[in-house]
């Protein structure tokens, strides 16, 4: 990986020398992690990740965050139950289901990160997008990923596909650019015109959150 992608530090680190749970990531995915969420460090981050699965992800943040983070994963397996109070919080319910998302932040205080990595379904992952997006904090972080699904039929996507996860991508970047089209109402009226950048990879999406501002220039000249 340090080869590959010209990557070290100490989230390499954390999940190359993993032990216990198991942790399961692409490896393109650790310098993305650390380029977004290395700001959150040491800090007292409310962090919500979608998906538990064998738990090893939610330790690999701990790690990674730190003892002040506030961790929370949500699964629809109730056998993920197993790992709550581990490395964090775990709560069971579904991904699409804006109550049960609005009880999981209340109960977190607010949340200034997500990182979707559950379903990966289409349907899913426009449902907590326009769930959560409302309720992340200014300034903070919304992280999709395996969205190369986005391009599988059998998640509810397909290379010409309405529902393919990135036509919702180009509806927030029309959205980013309202000052320059006649288009004024929001595409994604849940986003609420707070999309200050939208970042695409490989299988990954990052959403910036914070206040649309009118753009302004001007000239100086000494």
């Given at each position: 990986m340090?080869?590959?992608?010209?990557?070290?530090?100490?989230?390499?680190?954390?999940?190359?020398?993993?032990?216990?749970?198991?942790?399961?990531?692409w490896h393109h995915y650790l310098p993305l992690y650390d380029r977004y969420l290395s700001r959150y460090r040491g800090t007292p981050v409310k962090f919500l990740e979608i998906g538990v699965n064998n738990g090893?992800?939610?330790?690999?943040?701990?790690?990674y965050l730190g003892p002040d983070a506030v961790l929370c994963g949500i699964?629809?397996?109730?056998?993920?139950?197993?790992?709550?109070?581990q490395s964090g919080m775990v709560r069971i319910g579904s991904q699409d289901d804006p109550e049960f998302l609005a009880s999981v932040v209340a109960e977190m205080g607010g949340i200034d990160v997500v990182l979707d990595d559950g379903s990966h379904r289409m349907r899913h992952i426009e449902a907590s997008l326009r769930a959560l997006f409302p309720l992340?904090?200014?300034?903070?972080?919304?992280?999709?990923?395996?969205?190369?699904?986005?391009?599988?039929?059998?998640?509810?996507?397909?290379?010409?596909?309405?529902?393919?996860?990135?036509?919702?991508?180009?509806r927030m970047i029309d959205d980013m650019h309202m000052w320059y089209h006649n288009n004024k109402p929001a595409r994604i009226p849940e986003m609420k015109r707070e999309i200050s950048g939208v970042h695409v990879h490989d299988s990954i999406v990052?959403?910036?959150?914070?206040?649309?501002?009118?753009p302004t220039h001007s000239r100086v000249q000494k």
């Open positions: 340090r080869e590959r992608y010209g990557f070290d530090g100490a989230l390499l680190d954390i999940y190359a020398q993993n032990e216990g749970v198991k942790v399961h990531k090893g992800s939610l330790q690999m943040w701990r790690r699964d629809i397996n109730p056998d993920c139950a197993q790992y709550d109070g992340l904090t200014t300034g903070g972080t919304y992280m999709i990923e395996d969205l190369h699904t986005a391009y599988y039929p059998r998640f509810g996507g397909g290379f010409d596909a309405p529902e393919n996860f990135y036509n919702t991508v180009r990052v959403i910036d959150k914070a206040e649309a501002q009118r």
